[in-house]
């Protein structure tokens, strides 16, 4: 909902979501009135996204930020980790230059700082590149020129609450920090 909100402030409201999958996001946008566009790989997620009344091209998004301009948002959510890293630090410059004045760019990818999520859960993922740490998305965001950024933490895990993790700190705060890492970034 706090992103939702934020994405309706901004000043003309069109929003790109990169890699927007089933499209649950832009579902969540289209009800609040957000016009809002994706594009993903999946001809299959495509389809979907396209049998709920969504706007969604199949294609690739650094070929979708080459085509855009003027954006007030682009939202990319769990993709950073799939890309190596030059695509990663394309990807930045290439959003950066899509925003317009003020626009907002908000990446959110597994937290590699979470015991679970990085012992468990993203190497499942055959896909995945490598863990995207929050400094390296601010750094990302540095380099392509946003004016100002944040990482939040999202998303904590259920359920934790053994002896070790309450006997020593840092052990509970690697198991109980956020299983996410979003950066916001404003150009």
Known sequence: APLRQAVAALPGRALLDLGCGHGDWLAMLKEAGIAAAGVDLSPRCV??????????????????????????????FHLVEHLPLEVQIALFKKAHAALAPGGLLVVE?????????INSGFWLDPTHHRPVPAQLLALFAEVAGF?????????????VDGALANDTPRVRELLMCGMDTVLYAWK
């Open 147 to 159: 004016a100002r950024h944040e990482v939040r933490f999202i998303n904590p895990p259920g359920g």
């Open 47 to 76: 389809d979907r996204c396209r049998q709920l009344g969504l706007d969604v091209r199949q294609g690739d998004a650094l070929d979708a930020l080459n085509r855009s301009s003027g954006l007030a948002a682009i939202s990319v």
């Open 109 to 117: 990818t597994p937290n590699p700082e979470n015991l679970y999520v």
